[in-house]
T-cell receptor, first 118, second 112 residues
């Protein structure tokens, strides 16, 4: 069965600290996609990144970076030099290419609430 | 380019009332889905569609109905509202299986 676990319910840091949000997934598919979404206090869901299971290269986008490790079924997200505007709930999600029975709809973790204090 | 448009943004219903949450996308996406978000639960799939005329149930379909008569529209109907349906509802669309979803801005529904 497919599952996404975000063990950190809430994290609080001080501005300029680095912070890593953990994501562990379970799937039987060999082809799948992993996502991160950001939900700021205004409530909308903002797409951050999509990664397919065959691409284990780490990705960096400005202060954001993602570490995908198939060996540990993890897709962790790091924010470097955090800012107050990074305060949000962050969701990790999984989509299976073949199995799952729901046409690859996103399976979400429960989210990690990040608070960045000035 | 509006993306995914949901209406209304807020709604209060009395127990037993019915209503339709509207969702429209202008990106010609085949795949559309409805999710509900509850505190501490993440987002859970209610119903989804892989094209006009094709719908299926997700994880939490009870009490909801959908139809997809056009590519653009995917309304969600609450048949007889219950307090347990108090939630934030998100509609989303994507071009293909495995693609990134674009989400609407959400509908906050309260059932009293």
């Amino acid at each position: 069965a497919q599952k996404v676990t975000q063990a950190q319910t809430e994290i609080s840091v001080v501005e300029k600290e680095d912070v890593t949000l953990d994501c562990v997934y379970e799937t039987r598919d060999t082809t799948y996609y992993l996502f991160w979404y950001k939900q700021p206090p205004s409530g909308e869901l903002v797409f951050l990144i999509r990664r397919n299971s065959f691409d284990e290269q780490n990705e960096i986008s400005g202060r954001y970076s993602w570490n995908f490790q198939k060996s540990t079924s993890s897709f962790n997200f790091t924010i470097t030099a955090s800012q107050v505007v990074d305060s949000a709930v962050y969701f990790c999600a999984l989509s299976e290419a073949v199995g799952g029975g729901s046409q690859g709809n996103l399976i979400f973790g429960k989210g990690t609430k990040l608070s960045v204090k000035p | 380019n509006a993306g995914v448009t949901q209406t209304p943004k807020f709604q209060v219903l009395k127990t037993g009332q019915s209503m339709t949450l509207q969702c429209a996308q202008d990106m010609n996406h085949e795949y559309m889905s409805w999710y509900r978000q509850d505190p501490g639960m993440g987002l859970r799939l209610i119903h989804y569609s892989v094209g006009a005329g094709i719908t299926d149930q997700g994880e939490v379909p009870n009490g909801y109905n959908v139809s997809r008569s056009t590519t653009e529209d995917f309304p969600l109907r609450l048949l007889s509202a219950a307090p347990s349906q108090t939630s934030v509802y998100f509609c989303a669309s994507r071009r293909s299986r495995g693609g990134a979803y674009t989400f609407g801005s959400g509908t906050r529904l309260t059932v009293v």
